[in-house]
């Protein structure tokens, strides 16, 4: 059992350059997530999705796109990167357990990526 | 929707010292909330949570409280350790769907031997 595994872990691109973040986990959780983390900003979630198919924009989601064709995996898209970028990125994913509306996420290793 | 606000760091203490780290929070009704903690180079993993008021999460020593009359989450550790380095993030859910959490902007507590 893996749990949430991140792929790759360091990047660095240039200006411009597009690049895909894949993120899968192995515990048939229907929520996933993607964050990113900078320094004094905490995380902020970017995009984030509560089944396969489907996704939704959280609170930072420009200049980003995702795609979750699949229940297990979760994919983050720079379409042209910009240094603004430059962050660690977080995938995680959760169940949900109704009754008393509480939920963990696990979180990835992360992915830190630099855009010069 | 909901927000969380938590104490700036850094924290430096002793081993042994006695810690607090605040956090309050503005909600609509009476969300679970939790404590992440994030150890260098890794990701977030949970710590405790409390999914009522009045309801004590507790785990590795540390404690925190829900407090609805004064909408805080304060985590408490009576002794900390050299291990217990990290950064710590309190959270709740975005809003009463439940489906994204909010995080604070974390602290940082460095322990000294």
């Known amino acids: 059992n893996a749990g949430v595994t991140q792929t790759p872990k360091f990047r660095v691109l240039k200006t411009g350059q597009s690049m895909t973040l894949l993120c899968a986990q192995d515990?048939?959780?229907?929520?996933m997530y993607w964050y990113r983390q900078d320094p004094g900003m905490g995380l902020r979630l970017i995009h984030y999705?509560?089944?396969?198919?489907?996704?939704a924009k959280g609170e930072v989601p420009d200049g980003y796109n995702v795609s979750r064709l699949k229940k297990q995996n979760f994919l983050l898209g720079l379409e042209s990167a910009a240094p603004s970028q430059t962050s660690v990125y977080f995938c995680?994913?959760?169940?949900?357990?109704?009754?008393?509306?509480?939920?963990?996420?696990?979180f990835g290793p992360g992915t830190r990526l630099t855009v010069t | 929707g909901n927000s969380v606000t938590q104490m700036e760091g850094p924290v430096t203490l002793s081993e042994e010292a006695f810690l607090t780290i605040n956090c309050t929070y503005t909600?609509?009704?009476?969300?679970?909330l939790f404590w992440y903690v994030q150890y260098p180079g890794e990701g977030l993993q949970l710590l405790l949570k409390?999914?009522?008021?009045?309801d004590k999460g507790s785990n590795k020593g540390f404690e925190a409280t829900y407090r609805k009359e004064t909408t805080s989450f304060h985590l408490e550790k009576g002794s900390v350790q050299v291990s217990d380095s990290a950064v710590y993030f309190c959270?709740?859910?975005?809003?009463?769907?439940?489906?994204?959490?909010?995080f604070g902007k974390g602290t940082t507590l460095s322990v000294s031997s």
């Open positions: 995680a994913s959760s169940y949900y357990s109704g009754q008393d509306l509480s939920y963990e996420q696990y």
């Open positions: 515990m048939n959780h229907e929520y």
């Open positions: 999705s509560v089944g396969e198919g489907t996704t």
């Open positions: 909600a609509t009704g009476y969300p679970s």
């Open positions: 409390a999914t009522k008021a009045d």
């Open positions: 959270a709740l859910p975005a809003n009463q769907a439940g489906t994204a959490l909010i």
